[in-house]
């Protein structure tokens, strides 16, 4: 096979396999939207020396669930040191390296995502508490949760 007819070969195998990886990705992103979390969540995965830096500084390597343009994005960003933030990129636009690395560290995301999301919980029902207070009406949330507990269990909730 001539380096021409390999090169071929190899662009077509990983277009297909840039498709699937970023379906993937999409799909990610859809499974942790749904835990509604209150705002941007964020993890580090990784962090090196950058060769330009002072000796001992380090950039961060993060994943990033955050909003952008009304629709929550799984990103990738840098961050040195210095807290100098290099900016956040959608993983799907991301190059093929960092998609892939990053991939390895989706649970670590999912794990900071649904924590988040759980540690909002007293905050709301709060909010919820003042604002009816103010507004003189009563709520009990404790009874709201055991009805959606019933609802679960006889199957009628959305997953």
Request: glycine share 4%; aromatic share 10%.
């Amino acid at each position: 096979m001539t380096l021409e007819e390999r090169a071929e070969s190899a662009r077509e195998t990983l277009f297909g396999r840039y498709d699937e990886l970023n379906a993937l990705w999409l799909q990610a992103e859809e499974q942790l939207t749904k835990f509604h979390i209150p705002c941007f969540v964020y993890c580090k995965y990784d962090e090196y020396q950058d060769p330009a830096d002072q000796p001992g500084f380090m950039t961060s390597k993060y994943l990033l669930l955050q909003k952008i343009k009304g629709k929550w994005r799984i990103c990738y960003g840098l961050v040195d040191d210095w807290d100098v933030d290099h900016g956040w990129t959608p993983i799907t636009e991301c190059s093929a390296h960092v998609r892939v690395e990053a991939a390895r560290h989706l649970d670590k995301l999912r794990e900071k995502v649904v924590k988040s999301a759980e540690d909002f919980i007293p905050k709301v029902d709060e909010a919820i508490k003042t604002l009816a207070a103010a507004v003189g009406r009563t709520v009990n949330i404790e009874s709201r949760d055991l009805l959606s507990e019933r609802t679960k269990l006889n199957g009628h909730h959305n997953k």
